[in-house]
């Protein structure tokens, strides 16, 4: 079992930025892809980034291409979310999730565990 643990959201004007933090407990976390998907009010929740084992293997949203940074640190069992140049659409609240399986996946029903988000507010 994984437990995942979100932080970092707030509010921000746009064109600032935030750094999201998820710490993982448990064994093997370096073994899981990690994703970041995000949830807007009144929408459905949708793929932000993911990384797989090495930080060298990531997937970005086309609306998050340029702007937002996946990066894991293994040693420490920890993924972050680097959002720069935020835009008001970012406004969502941020999910963190790992995936079990071999292959980097866009897909939500290829997470296995999930953690219980934390709300970014872009002010435009």
């Known amino acids: 079992q994984v437990q995942l643990v979100e932080s970092g959201g707030g509010l921000v004007q746009a064109g600032g930025s935030l750094r999201l933090s998820c710490s993982a407990s448990?064994?093997?976390?370096?073994?899981?892809?990690m994703g970041w998907f995000r949830q807007a009010p009144g929408k459905e929740r949708e793929f932000v980034a993911a990384?797989?084992?090495?930080?060298?293997?990531?997937s970005y949203a086309d609306s998050v291409k340029g702007r937002f940074t996946i990066s894991r640190d293994n040693a420490k069992n920890t993924v972050h979310l680097q959002m720069n140049s935020l835009k008001s659409e970012d406004t969502a609240n941020y999910y963190c999730?790992?995936?079990?399986?071999?292959?980097?996946?866009?897909?939500?029903?290829?997470?296995?565990?999930w953690g219980h988000g934390t709300q970014v507010t872009v002010s435009s």
């Open positions: 999730a790992a995936s079990r399986g071999f292959f980097m996946t866009r897909s939500q029903s290829s997470y296995d565990y």
């Open positions: 448990g064994r093997s976390f370096s073994t899981y892809t």
């Open positions: 990384a797989g084992w090495s930080s060298s293997s990531t």
